[in-house]
């Protein structure tokens, strides 16, 4: 290979503007890809991040009541109507034991459970909807970290003490140490202390959610001794829906993942990725074709040089591999260039996202195996732009080629 | 009888064929050149010199008829084979020089052995530099083509050919452009591997003051050989 690698080299620098044609070609070529999957990748696991962060990655919850004819025994007037029930809260059966069978299972990394409902929440004339939440505090900040989220007060969930968002709170006039009294369905009602003030940063959640512990949730919803879920985070959450379904096979249970319940997002994130991609691979195929057609003419003017080696005794693979390896050589030099160039772009965008909002809007996914693998992709396909005009060049006659003046 | 080193069986060449301007250029042509022989080859523009020389070269292939080098009949060879031999056992000087001009005087010496091997020994290095001191380009060795002259040039190109120590060296008009005291020059070098290493020689001249310093003079005309003397005294 040394006198394959030796002309290869020496053929490149000889035609020095061909060469830097190319290489700023490709170069372009991968610091647009290597930004553009930065950029997008790092969008996305933002978004994920940030739906993740409030959410549990699998909820277990007990089956949903079936429909069935109304025809209970305290409802007087029989009808034949089917009808979808309105659902009652339900606790998932047995739900200590399957808490310690899932802190058993290697991939779930998180384990809690929770009781929750609807309730109105009263502070004087102020009255809102909310969703009681009840859980064990330990175990729950391991799913959705409320106590790293704490705006006032302090993040205690003991006996009557509870948390609220802050917008329920501004909704309600209430701020730490204020009392605000529950009512549920079934006439049951109770004070409790506002002990602090998160914000998710959700909307819905910091209207709506009121933390508690679980004893007195249980109580306000009925279910004394119940959970109505269990939240669970698992070590890859794209693994999330086959340890859903495996959790279901194996403890017979009602196992939801995130990515069933936002499935939406997880098709708009597959579109997206659909169509970098293809933007992606139209850089790619673009920047091919650039490299094949300056090497096809670089065949041409060298047919001359390309009929002297060949009388000199370079057999045909020598001169294909001598025309492959200027593909790869420029495709290498072109994606480090390019690589550097993607680099300064993406800092100079995390610099600007930082100048505009005081914190970078969400960080750019620069991994190495990104600078690696378009490093390698540059140099395969200069490679395989490479082909055509390496045979052409390996096919070249002898007499004919230096007959070409 | 020894195994020639060069034997034409018949040897035809045609250009263009199956198009109109289908021309036979060598009407079947036989010779034989034996080992350590010393030849010129002479004959009018267009007679078909260089369509020959490229057929022995095995640059080309002949229409028809064969064509044996060493014995050994190359016709059936693949391109491989044939570029094989053609680096190894023959050193070719063409009519016009070809260098590669990305590459020193003493590189384009060493190409046939990269070609063969890849990177040359420090003992081809020494050769390829004494054959350029022997063909007086002692202080040239470290330029490129487009800094030498036309003879200088065509020197070099001899120098290369001599490089892989052929058994047979093939040159056209090796000494065109160069004045006569360095063409007589150039001609002493071919007659001394001829004499010191056994170099069997095939050389295309116009020049009929340096055919007549050949020992065998090989006359074509029109495709065809019309004379072929071995100079008496000088026979071997
Ligand atoms: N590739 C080709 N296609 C068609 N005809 C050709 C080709 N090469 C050579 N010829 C013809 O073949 C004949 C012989 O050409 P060749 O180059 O062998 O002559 P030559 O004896 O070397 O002449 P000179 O002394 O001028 O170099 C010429 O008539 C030429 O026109
Ligand atoms: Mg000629």
Redesign the pocket.
Same mark, same amino acid.
């Given at each position: 290979m040394w006198f394959e690698w030796t002309l290869a080299v020496r053929l490149l620098r000889e035609g020095r503007a061909q060469t830097l044609l190319i290489i700023a070609g490709i170069a372009v070529g991968v610091s647009v890809i290597v930004f553009l999957t930065a950029l997008i990748s790092g969008l996305q696991a933002s978004i994920i991040d940030r739906t993740l962060g409030t959410q549990a990655h699998i909820r277990i919850s007990a089956p949903d009541d079936v429909a069935r004819p109304l025809r209970e025994a305290d409802d007087s007037a029989l009808s034949s109507r089917i009808e979808q029930r309105a659902q009652r809260l339900r606790s998932v059966e047995q739900w200590p034991l399957l808490v310690e069978e899932l802190d058993r299972f290697d991939e779930v990394t998180a384990v809690s459970p929770i009781v929750s409902g609807p309730a109105l929440a009263r502070r004087g004339a102020a009255n809102r909807s909310v969703a009681l939440v009840g859980m064990e505090p330990e175990r729950y900040t391991r799913i959705v970290p409320v106590d790293r989220e704490m705006k006032t007060g302090e993040f205690r969930v003991v006996g009557r003490d509870i948390l609220i968002g802050t917008i329920l709170a501004q909704d309600l006039g209430a701020s730490v140490g204020e009392r605000i009294r529950l009512e549920t369905g079934g006439g049951r009602s109770d004070v409790f202390t506002v002990a602090g003030i998160f914000e998710l940063g959700v909307r819905d959640l910091d209207q709506r959610i009121v933390y508690m512990g679980m004893k007195p949730a249980q109580a306000l919803l009925d279910l004394p001794g119940g959970a109505t879920g269990v939240d669970l985070r698992v070590r890859e959450i794209f693994d999330a829906e086959a340890v859903a379904q495996r959790i279901q096979r194996r403890l017979g249970t009602k196992a939801e993942s995130w990515m069933v319940t936002n499935s939406n997002l997880l098709d708009a994130i597959a579109a997206q990725s659909m169509s970098t991609n293809l933007i992606k691979i139209f850089v790619a195929i673009s920047a091919a074709f650039g490299i094949a057609s300056v090497l096809a003419v670089s065949v041409v003017q060298r047919s001359r040089e390309i009929g002297i080696l060949r009388a000199m005794g370079t057999r045909r693979p020598q001169v294909l591999r001598v025309f492959l390896l200027q593909g790869a050589i420029v495709g290498l030099i072109g994606a480090a260039i390019g690589s550097l160039m993607a680099g300064g772009l993406i800092g100079f965008w995390q610099a600007m996202g930082l100048a505009r909002s005081g914190r970078g809007a969400f960080d750019l996914m620069v991994t190495p195996e990104l600078f690696i693998g378009a490093t390698l992709l540059a140099a395969v396909i200069g490679m395989l732009a490479a082909v055509a005009p390496a045979r052409r060049a390996a096919r070249l006659d002898p007499v004919e080629a230096m007959r070409a003046t | 009888m020894t195994t020639a080193v060069l034997e034409l069986l018949e040897l035809r060449k045609s250009? #263009?064929i199956g198009t109109p301007v289908e /021309?036979e /250029?060598l009407h079947g042509l036989d010779l034989r050149l034996e080992p350590g022989e010393f030849a010129a080859l002479i #004959?009018p523009?267009?007679?078909?010199?260089?369509?020959l020389l490229n057929l022995l070269g095995l640059l080309d292939r002949p229409t028809s008829g064969d064509l044996l080098l060493l014995g050994q009949p190359t016709r059936e060879l693949d391109d491989d084979a044939r570029t094989a031999l053609r680096g190894r056992r023959m050193g070719f000087v063409f009519?016009f020089h070809h260098l590669l001009p990305a590459f020193t005087a003493t590189e384009n010496v060493l190409m046939p052995v990269m070609a063969a091997s890849g990177r040359p020994s420090p003992a081809a290095i020494r050769e390829a530099e004494s054959l350029l001191d022997a063909v007086g380009l002692a202080d040239h060795r470290h330029k490129k083509p487009a800094e030498l002259s036309g003879g200088q040039q065509q020197r070099v190109a001899i120098a290369r050919a001599l490089m892989p120590n052929p058994a047979l060296l093939l040159a056209d008009e090796p000494t065109g452009n160069l004045d006569t005291h360095t063409a007589d020059e150039v001609f002493e070098l071919f007659r001394r591997f001829n004499r010191e290493r056994g170099l069997t020689v095939l050389v295309v001249t116009h020049d009929p003051r340096l055919a007549e310093r050949c020992d065998r003079e090989i006359k074509l005309v029109d495709g065809r050989i019309v004379s072929d003397e071995r100079r008496v005294g000088r026979q071997r």
């Open positions: - | 250009y #263009g /021309v /250029v #004959g523009s267009g007679s078909g010199k260089t369509t009519q």
